[in-house]
């Protein structure tokens, strides 16, 4: 069984610049969640899908950062103008009843410069 | 105050020995707790998950829960340098499907 798969694995951009990450949930699972970690602080959380819709959404920093799951498989998150302050590095992770993940992707690192 | 917090470390154990990471949370109504294990560059791991008071065993791992005191931590026998990582613990937000981490305790486990 494959697990979450993010895309790309690094990103380097310039502010201004847009950037878009993608995640790839485990095949049949609903719930998809995306974190960040921004260096030397704790992961954070972004938001929560179930299925297309967005259950939680409270973890968004502003609305430069724009999240989509169109039809219910791989999820999106863009940031469009990108910040300093948005580098990090961005997991997502997926789970099929609603509790917490045992499966991580492997992060997209983002460095804004 | 942070809504998880744990001792950063590094915790530095020599191999077989015990490490004891501690983790204490602010919202005294969360109900599940959880254990991640991360190594350098790789994503979180869950490890162990506990939701009631006592202890929970699995294999060399053991969690134990404190709602009263709000302190969670997690034992590792016989320690090994394979289990050199950054421990997380998180918590579940009550009222949502969120994980709220803290920052990790890096453990060293030295031959």
């Known amino acids: 069984e494959a697990g979450v798969t993010q895309f790309p694995s690094h990103s380097v951009i310039e502010k201004g610049q847009t950037v878009t990450l993608r995640c790839d949930p485990i095949?049949?699972?609903?719930?998809l969640y995306w974190y960040r970690r921004v260096m030397g602080k704790e992961i954070k959380f972004l938001l929560h899908f179930v299925k297309e819709s967005k259950q939680d959404e409270s973890g968004m920093p502003n609305n430069r950062f724009l999240a989509e799951r169109t039809g219910g498989t791989y999820s999106t998150l863009k940031v469009q103008p990108a910040e300093l302050e948005d580098s990090g590095v961005y997991f997502c992770?997926?789970?099929?009843?609603?509790?917490?993940?045992?499966?991580f992707g492997p992060g997209t690192r983002l460095t804004v410069t | 105050q942070k809504e998880v917090e744990q001792n950063s470390g590094p915790l530095s154990v020599p191999e077989g020995a015990i490490a004891s990471l501690n983790c204490t949370y602010s919202d005294r109504g969360s109900q599940s707790f959880f254990w991640y294990r991360q190594y350098s560059g790789k994503s979180p791991e869950l490890i162990m998950s506990i939701y009631s008071n006592g202890d929970k065993e699995d294999g060399r791992f053991t969690a134990q829960l404190n709602k009263a005191s709000q302190y969670v931590s997690l034992l590792i026998r016989d320690s090994q340098p394979s289990d050199s990582a950054t421990y997380l613990c998180?918590?579940?937000?009550?009222?949502?499907?969120?994980?709220?981490f803290g920052t990790g305790t890096r453990l060293q486990v030295f031959p």
């Open positions: 998180a918590v579940n937000d009550r009222n949502t499907d969120k994980l709220i």
């Open positions: 992770a997926s789970s099929q009843d609603g509790r917490p993940s045992k499966y």
């Open positions: 095949s049949g699972h609903d719930n």
